[in-house]
T-cell receptor, first 112, second 115 residues
Framework: KQEVTQIPAALSVPEGENLVLNCSFT??????LQWFRQDPGKGLTSLLL?????REQTSGRLNASLDKSSGRSTLYIAASQPGDSATYLC???????????FGSGTRLSIRP | DADVTQTPRNRITKTGKRIMLECSQT?????MYWYRQDPGLGLRLIYY???????NKGEISDGYSVSRQAQAKFSLSLESAIPNQTALYFC??????????????FGPGTRLTVL
């Protein structure tokens, strides 16, 4: 059974710092991995999706990496801003036709 | 206008009542999903539908039922609500087109409280 873990559950850093959020999964036979952002009281927004054949994806100040063999993904946020404060969730799927398994998220707070 | 809408956005009800949560999408996607989110537990899949005639149970389907009335509409029902169904419920959509990224698009959520 696939399990997705995100540690720490919460993180607070000062504005301007670069930071890394971690995601680990127990079954390396994944189809893709996604990182989502969730703002309080709102739905999820997809940030980056990495197919199993890819090693990383970049969008602006965000960079997500994938190491299937070790069951790990990281989300790197450069030059953090208060507007980056949100909960970040990672999720994996086994195939294009299978359900997504979510981690419990990391609640990120950027201090001005 | 939002691509994925959910109604109601908030609902308070009593134990034993029947509740229906509705989801509509204008994205033209064939796949739709219902999740619930509880504090510290992430999102868990309740039901999913890959087209109008295809309905599948997720990991926590007990106590819930769904109806895919049309490609654009997917409703979730609680036949007899109980307090531990108090949660934030999300609808999502995705497209199965070859070459698509399988990204799921989420609605804004429905906060349900069962007293």
């Amino acid at each position: 059974k696939q399990e997705v873990t995100q540690i720490p559950a919460a993180l607070s850093v000062p504005e301007g710092e670069n930071l890394v959020l971690n995601c680990s999964f127990t079954d390396s036979a994944i189809y893709n991995l996604q990182w989502f952002r969730q703002d309080p009281g709102k739905g999820l927004t997809s940030l980056l999706l990495i197919q199993s054949s890819q090693r990383e994806q970049t969008s602006g100040r965000l960079n997500a990496s994938l190491d299937k063999s070790s069951g790990r993904s990281t989300l790197y946020i450069a030059a953090s801003q208060p507007g980056d404060s949100a909960t970040y969730l990672c999720a994996v799927s086994r195939s294009s036709a299978s359900k997504i398994i979510f981690g419990s998220g990391t609640r990120l707070s950027i201090r001005p | 206008d939002a691509d994925v809408t959910q109604t109601p956005r908030n609902r308070i009800t009593k134990t034993g009542k029947r509740i229906m949560l509705e989801c509509s999408q204008t994205k033209g996607h064939d796949r739709m999903y219902w999740y619930r989110q509880d504090p510290g537990l992430g999102l868990r899949l309740i039901y999913y539908s890959f087209d109008v005639k295809d309905i599948n149970k997720g990991e926590i389907s007990d106590g819930y039922s769904v109806s895919r009335q049309a490609q654009a509409k997917f409703s979730l029902s609680l036949e007899s609500a109980i307090p531990n169904q108090t949660a934030l419920y999300f609808c999502a959509t995705s497209v199965s087109r070859t070459g698509s990224t399988d990204t799921q698009y989420f609605g804004p959520g429905t906060r349900l409280t069962v007293l």
